[in-house]
Nanobody, 127 residues
Framework: HVKLVESGGGLVQPGGSLRLSCGVS?????????VGWFRQTPGKEREGVAC????????YYADSVKARFAISRDNDEKVVYLQLNDLKAEDTGVYYC???????????????????WGQGTQVTVSS
């Protein structure tokens, strides 16, 4: 059974920080190949933000967030975090975590390569 539950969103002022959490079910945490964070803003397609690979912990980031966001995981708690720093108005959106079990990936930040999704958590950056 695969279940992902996001939390930690909210309203924050520009320049502020948030930490998002993605709780991953036991089965998924044992077998995932990658857990990614994605976001969707009104009028835009869902885009990849960051991901972390199970085997070696490699991380990948979208260029727009590379210096400001950090993805990490707690293997004991089965949680994948996304630390958001120096937030900007354009970071506003619904943030989703997702996972997949495919043997190979062409693009770890491509939404089409992820098979299981959480319900999302709203992040609003506004003064």
């Amino acid at each position: 059974h695969v279940k992902l539950v996001e939390s930690g969103g909210g309203l924050v002022q520009p320049g502020g920080s948030l930490r998002l959490s993605c709780g991953v079910s036991d089965f998924a945490f044992k077998h995932y190949q990658t857990v990614g964070w994605f976001r969707q803003t009104p009028g835009k397609e869902r885009e990849g933000v960051a991901c972390i690979l199970r085997d070696d912990g490699r991380t990948y980031y979208a260029d727009s967030v590379k210096a400001r966001f950090a993805i990490s995981r707690d293997n004991d708690e089965k949680v994948v975090y996304l630390q958001l720093n120096d937030l900007k108005a354009e970071d506003t959106g619904v943030y989703y975590c997702a996972t997949g079990f495919r043997p190979s990936y062409r693009d770890y930040l491509n939404v089409n390569e992820y098979d299981y999704w959480g319900q999302g958590t709203q992040v609003t950056v506004s003064s």
